[in-house]
């Protein structure tokens, strides 16, 4: 009995054993997901010009695939020069972040993934499944997969902090409204500048042609914004890829001496480091 309570403990402690609404789904849940659009496949940001694992012998593209964004930063705004509008304080650090040069010991290069919204502006396909009361994103980038529960459920009023937050979803005709909230310390609204607990984000997935998606996401933050900022992006589909294994630790050769000067070791691995 007290190694159950103790196994329990753990698991409520991990955020393993939450209390999760679940039913089986029923035929008639089947038949209404095929009334919404086709979200389902790979898709990938328009412009980028590489990514996935095409089958069928369709060539890669050449693009700047493995590009990053800033950590955690938002997809930037297609058409507009203007970012985010920050508070005072905050404008003051991301202003302090703009002159110093990006630090080589970085997320990136410690494997870590920039979590929302810069996941979602990665130059990297993602992968959309749609079951009853759940839209999953699979990101090829740093293996992340994302869920937004169209179940009926609400925001928790205690959001355990994520890389991605917590995503709460519904249908308003042929458009998936997601509401995120929740966000780990590791996040950032734009490089240098970290968040509030108040940070909302607000996404809506729309098809504007079988093979086009476009998704435009709001943030909202009265602590550090001093406006919602909105941003519109662009996915094409591509019916005949498939998600590639990206294991960013793998072969990971990124180090930080004693000093804390990062480095990397450009020794192939499996030889010998030449004296």
Known sequence: MLFALFITGILAATG????????????????????????????????????????????????????????????????????????????????????????????TANCLPPGMPGIMGQPYPMEFLLTPGKVTIVIEAYTQVRHIYTDGRTLPQDPDPKFFGTSIGHWEGDTLVAETAGFNDHVQVARGVPHSDKMKIVERFRLTDPDTMTIEMTITDPVVLTKPYTTVSTLRRHRNWTISEYICEENNRNYVDQSGKAGINLTVPGTQKKD
């Open 16 to 107: 393993l054993a939450q209390q999760i609404p679940s039913k089986a789904p029923t035929p008639a849940d089947w038949a209404a997901l095929a009334k919404l659009p086709d979200f389902t496949g790979v898709w990938e940001r328009a412009g980028v010009g590489s990514g996935g694992n095409p089958v069928f012998g369709t060539p890669r593209g050449a693009g700047n695939r493995g590009a990053t964004s800033e950590r955690g930063a938002a997809p930037a705004a297609r058409g507009a020069a203007a970012g985010p509008s920050f508070t005072p304080q905050y404008e003051a650090m991301r202003a302090a972040a703009a002159r110093e040069p990006q630090p080589e010991d970085n997320s």
